[in-house]
Each structure stands twice: as C-alpha cells, then as structure tokens.
C-alpha cells in the first residue's frame, strides 16, 4: 500500500503538469456541462480513460492520503483538466471506506488496492422497488449454502452496473428479521452466474442505471463485509461516503460553471445588461458556498457530522441558482434539444438536475439525518 | 513572521468567551443599548487595557506583521452575543486602514492609541456633500457607528486618509436605527478641521473593504449560530399535540436549514480569511459577505417565526437579531451594488 504524508503542491503541480492540461478561460466552451451523463459520449472510451487515469495516480501515491495532504492535492489538481473520473466514485467512496472500515484484510488486499488502482470498477446494490429512502425494507435474501451463500432479489436505480466488476451488496441474511437487523453487506462479482443486468432509461434519455436481478447468485462467505447481521452499520459507512464524494471531492458539478455563463453572456452579447451581471454574481456566490464547505465544512466543530449531508444540499441550490442564470442568458435556446447550438448543451444540465436531488439520499432524507442525528431532535 | 497559532487562537476565543457570558448576559444587552453611549464602557476598557482586545492584531506593534485571525475570532464571539461595544468602529474600521496606509507622524501616533485601547476611531462614509477645503470639512454623514463618542472619525478621499478630532465644527446626533445594539449618529461637519494621517492604495483600499466585509461575514456567522440554537433548543422543550414540537418533519426541515447556513456560513468566512494575503481577497469577501449575510436575514427570520407568538415579543431576543441581520446587510453599502459589481467583474473577465 502506497502512502504519502506531507505531500507539497509543488510536486503534485508537477506530477499533473506532464500528465493534463491546466483549465483555461477556454476550457469553458469546450467542456460540457450534463450531470448525469454525457449524451453521445463512448462510454466505453470513458471508462477505459479513468481506469487509466486512476492507475497512475494510485502509483504516484495519491490515491491514499490523509485528510489534510487530499486536500492539498484536491486544491491543486483543481486548476487541471481531468478525465471524465465519475466511473470510479461508487469504487472508491462507497464500497472503498466500507471495506477500509468493516473488511477483512484478506479482504481488504483482494479487492481495497485494485479499486484504489482502478482496476476494479464497483456497483451498489442498495436500493429495491420497496426499498428506497426507506433502506431498511431490503428484502433480496441470501441462504447459506455449501461455502458461502446464495443470494436472490431485485435491486434498482443501480449506476453503472452495465460495466462494474463487482457489487457492494446489501441483503438479508436472517429471513426472521425485519427492518435495521439480520441485514449483511457483500462484495459480489457482477459476472457471476444469475446475474441479470437491465438498462433503465432515465429523463435525460440516457440510461446509466440499471435493474439488477438476482437469481440464486453464488457469493463466498470470504466476500462478507463485516460480521453476519452487521450490514446496516456497513451501509452507513458506505452513504456517509457517498454523500461527501457527491456533494464535494467528487465534483459533483462540472468545471467552470460561472465562467461558462459568462462566456455565454459573451457570445448572445449580453456583456453590459446589469441583469447579466446580477445572475452572475448569484452563480458565483454559490458557488463559493459550495466549494467553501467542502473545503471548511468541518470547521463547526459541534456539526462537523453534518458536513457530508450541508455539502449535499449546496450542491442542490448551486444547481438551481445556475439555472435561473442559465435561463436569464441563454433564453429559449437553453431549452433546445443538445446539438442545436452551443448553448443548447444546458438542456442536459436542466434534464440532470432532478437526479443529482435524489441521488445519494434525497434532500429530505439529508435534512432529516442533520435534524435528528445531529441537532437532537426526536427520531420518528 | 509570528502570527497567532491555532492553540493561540483557541484559547483566545476561550477566555473572551468567559469575560463576555460573565460581563454581558443578554439582559445586559438591552440594557447597555439603552445606556448613554449605547454600550458598556467599563467592560470596553477592560478588554481594551486587560485582554488586549484592541491590538491583537498588531501584537508586534504598527510595523510588525498583520494578523488578521483574532479579529475574526472576535467578530463571531461579539456577533453571537450582538455586543454593542466598539470594535468594529475602532478595530476594522479605524486600526486597519491605518495599518495598511502610509502613515504620516499623526497617523501612527493616532493608530498607537487606538491599538492601545486609549482612544477609540470610527469611519463617517460615506459624506454627503463632500467639500474639502485649505484642511476644513464640509457635509454630512446620516448613519455613523458609534458616532456619537468615538475620539477619531476616519475618512477616506482620493487616496488620502484623514481625521476628524477637534470638536469644533461637528454636530452628532444619536439616530435610532432598526438595530438596537449598533449605536448610530448623524454627524454634520462645518468646515471641521481634517488632520491628514496617511495614503492609502487603490489595493490597499481594496483590502480595507474585504477586511469589512470579512469582519461582517464572521459576525454573521456568530449571530446564525445562536439563532439556530435558540431555534433547536425552543424546539425540543416546547410540546403540543402531546409531543415536542422537534417532532414535527416540517419543523425538523426548518431546523436542518438553518444548520446548513450555520455550517455554510462558518465555511465562506473561513474561506475568505483564508485568502488574506493573496489577490483573491476582495473576491473571496465579497462572495462570503453576499452568502453570510443572507443567510443571516433568512435564519434569523425563521428562527423568530419557529419560535411562535414568543418570538415575536418584546422581551424575547429573538428580534434584536432579526433587527441585527437586516442592518448588517446594510453596513458596507447595498448588498445589490455589490453583487451588480461583483457580475460586471466577472463579465470582463470572460
């Protein structure tokens, strides 16, 4: 395992330099803007490039930080142009800190560093068509049989189960349980047999979520996370994750959001209109905002809990502030399908904006965890 | 350079705190507002000789490093608490400017005693009918803090620092503002007599309004604090329907909300004090200044309304910070002015 400490911006501008360009005030007409996925991309291009890209970085020694030295290189690496990285996030925030927290170290070395490389690319198999903010309804089941277990189910809203090699699985493996207890957490390798991998299409007409079926699928019992009736604090440690790489790290945002407008400004010559200017300063206070929690956001140290979820709903308001802006500057032509002009590319980010909400734990979710569990107030 | 370390700065905040619960419980908030100067001037002596509260900032002295950082701790302590005293006048607004001007003799000998805490400075922009001549004053200002006792009145022209001492020639008058806590004065000048103290840059300027702003941004943060835990703690005592009013979701969601602007708030001011020393300053403040103060106004609004018909009483504290909030939007000049410039900035530099 490759670990850093103390790491200095000036090696890791360095180390960036060779491998990415810097942004530049151009990148903003060239860099798209959709949130959930680009339409038209290759996917299979983009995969491949992150893989790639995350290989390097795990061997540079970058993939494993502390808290204060990730900072460092987040803050540098911010100033460059990165490939498209959003096939990595479940792999290495969600299943990642669960297998760091709860793994096995036999665990852990099978499947902890290729994740960290790129290697492994992950799923999450949460959420059922009775189990959605409600998670503790999971009802897929797993049976013990002959070395491990045999698991049966159906799992939805599944990102990127088309192309992971593995699963974070959450079941029930104690059929007289019900809700929070007799829950456990697997890694489950998407190729074997039983598993059935359907397409869902999204608003956004594009489909990067899936319905996973589960057909008497075979999981050894060395690919348990955690001990036996302990999934529900797994999947804690798994959202907890999830919800600090979406809101911050992660770029939960595309580049350069104020800085697109402004160009867009530019071009439908809107450069003087004080309305112009106003919408401006609006995207760009929220942005701030944003960027500013994820950078302090546990600076209060009696909420410094909360951050994950606060960082959450500042994306969420980022993206409605920008819209107003969007529809401000760009008028009907925002709402044209992508392909009409440069700045039709925005009806993705409109299209998108619904999902990130709900993604990762609706907003309402999210408030009721900062409500209950960290300002005191009664659970129910 | 020597600046204050975390540790440094955390037992500064602790024992401030201790002096400010002992000496200001909120009923004494009212009753300094209600005083002559509007604040308590034993108390205000005592942090300036005894704690030092003056000159932390500059704790080598006018020509020893800035450090910014125990202001800061300051302002979210005082905005908390919606302390009367005057420190913003005489720290952000008097020993800043003159800390980052080219001083002339008078300067530094005027900046020494206020970082002593021996006299006491405010800023009267802006003027109204402006009109200086051969060293002499003319116009008027309507809203002054602290400008009815402040020793030294500070103003800014075309680069130039001065000073307003002499008496003679100016008229203050206390006005009551929607701030209870702030005291305000009109202040009239007839041919006052102005003591050139020093010259500022346009940059220098420029970090002068980011201090300002940095300065109100933590204040808000304070406030947004206590609002949020005067709203949770109301919250979990007060029951009806048989049950604490936390228990309600759409109470519980308003309870979320004003914790994400606490947290967010916290977050933009240390974000622009994090950016002190660079170009991204006055950017980083203005940003922070627009979020915290909103956020302010919008927090410390729904905290009053969550507190029912008690909040909206006399006696309840919840208005003098819904009073706070507004009138801080208003002390670095109009918030929408400073978004439309903000905009128009970031359109040049597309």
């Not at chain 1, 060779?18 to 007409?29: E, F, K």
């Not at chain 2, 500022?200 to 304070?222: I, V």
Request: aromatic share 6%.
């Amino acid at each position: 395992m490759v670990r850093m400490q103390d790491i200095d911006a000036a090696s890791v501008d360095a180390w960036l330099a060779a491998r990415a360009p810097l942004h530049t005030a151009q990148d903003a007409q060239h860099t798209g803007v959709a949130l959930i996925e680009e339409s038209g991309a290759d996917e299979g291009a983009v995969v491949e490039a992150a893989r790639a890209w995350q290989r390097e970085w795990y061997d540079a020694g970058y993939a494993e930080l502390g808290a204060a030295d990730a900072a460092v290189v987040r803050s540098v690496a911010a100033n460059y142009r990165l490939p498209d990285l959003r096939p990595l996030l479940i792999g290495l925030h969600i299943l990642g800190p669960a297998l760091r927290e709860h793994g096995t170290a036999a665990l852990q070395r099978r499947y902890l560093t290729p994740i960290l490389r790129g290697e492994i690319l992950a799923c999450q198999l949460f959420s059922e068509p009775e189990a959605g903010s409600d998670l503790a309804g999971v009802r897929a089941k797993a049976v013990r049989v002959p070395g491990g277990w045999s698991v049966s189910g159906q799992k939805v809203w599944t990102s990127n189960a088309h192309f992971a090699d593995v699963a974070e699985l959450l079941v029930r493996t104690d059929s007289a349980s019900s809700r929070h207890a007799g829950l456990s957490m697997f890694v489950m390798h998407m190729d074997a047999p039983g598993v059935d991998v359907r397409p869902l299409r999204q608003m956004t007409g594009g489909a990067a979520f899936n319905e996973v079926f589960l057909n008497d699928v075979f999981v050894p019992e060395e690919n348990l996370i955690g001990e036996e009736g302990t999934g529900w604090r797994v999947a804690m440690t798994s959202l907890s994750g999830e919800r600090a790489a979406l809101g911050g790290e992660f770029e939960a945002v595309p580049p350069q959001l104020v800085e697109k407008l402004a160009a867009m400004a530019l071009r439908r010559g809107r450069s003087e209109d004080p309305l112009v200017w106003g919408c401006l300063a609006d995207a760009a206070v929220a942005d701030f905002a944003h960027r500013a929690v994820v950078e302090h956001g546990a600076a209060d140290p009696q909420l410094a809990g909360a951050a994950a979820s606060v960082t959450k709903l500042m994306v969420t308001d980022l993206l409605e502030v920008v819209t107003s802006a969007v529809l401000e500057i760009g008028d009907a032509e925002v709402l044209l399908e992508r392909g009409a002009s440069i700045d039709a590319q925005w009806s993705e980010f409109i299209l998108g904006k619904p999902g990130v909400a709900i993604a990762g734990g609706a907003n309402e979710i999210q408030k009721n965890v900062i409500a209950e569990r960290h300002l005191g107030l009664p659970k129910g | 350079m020597k600046l204050s370390s975390r540790d440094d700065l955390r037992d500064i905040r602790a024992a401030l705190s201790d002096v400010l619960d002992a000496a200001m419980p909120t009923s004494a908030i009212r009753a300094d507002a209600a005083s002559a100067h509007g604040y308590d001037r034993t108390l205000w002596a005592e942090l300036a000789s005894g704690f030092g509260i003056t000159g932390m900032h500059a704790a080598e002295g006018a020509e020893g490093p800035l450090d910014l950082d125990p202001i800061w701790v300051v302002a979210e302590l005082l905005g908390a608490r919606l302390a009367a005293l005057p420190y913003l006048s005489t720290v952000v607004l008097g020993t800043l400017p003159l800390l980052r001007a080219e001083r002339t003799d008078a300067g530094s000998e005027v900046l020494g005693e206020l970082l002593e805490g021996r006299l006491t400075a405010t800023s009267a922009e802006p003027v109204q009918g402006w009109r200086r001549h051969e060293g002499r004053l003319s116009g008027s200002s309507s809203a002054v803090l602290h400008g009815t006792d402040s020793d030294w009145i500070l103003l800014v022209d075309d680069g130039r620092v001065y000073g307003v001492h002499d008496p003679a020639g100016v008229t203050r008058e206390p006005v009551a503002s929607i701030d209870l806590t702030r005291p305000t004065s009109a202040i009239d000048f007839q041919e006052a007599s102005l003591i050139e103290l020093g010259t500022l840059s346009l940059e220098q300027q420029d970090r002068c309004r980011a201090d300002l702003l940095t300065y109100l941004t933590h204040e808000c943060a304070g406030g947004l604090r206590r609002v949020k835990d005067m709203a949770v703690q109301h919250l979990r005592d007060r029951h009806q329907f048989g049950v604490p009013l936390g228990s309600f979701q759409a109470l519980k969601h308003r309870a979320a909300d004003l914790a994400v602007d606490t947290v967010t708030s916290t977050a933009v001011a240390r974000a622009a004090a994090a950016a002190v020393n660079t170009p991204a300053y006055l950017p980083a403040a203005e940003r922070a200044f627009l979020f915290a103060s909103d956020a302010y106004v919008r927090a410390a609004s729904s905290s009053l309304h969550m507190h029912g018909g008690l909040g909206f009483t006399w006696e309840f504290d919840s208005h003098l910070y819904y009073r706070r909030a507004y009138a801080s939007t208003a002390l670095a000049g109009r918030s929408s002015a400073t978004r439309c410039r903000l905009g128009q900035r970031l359109m040049a530099s597309a």
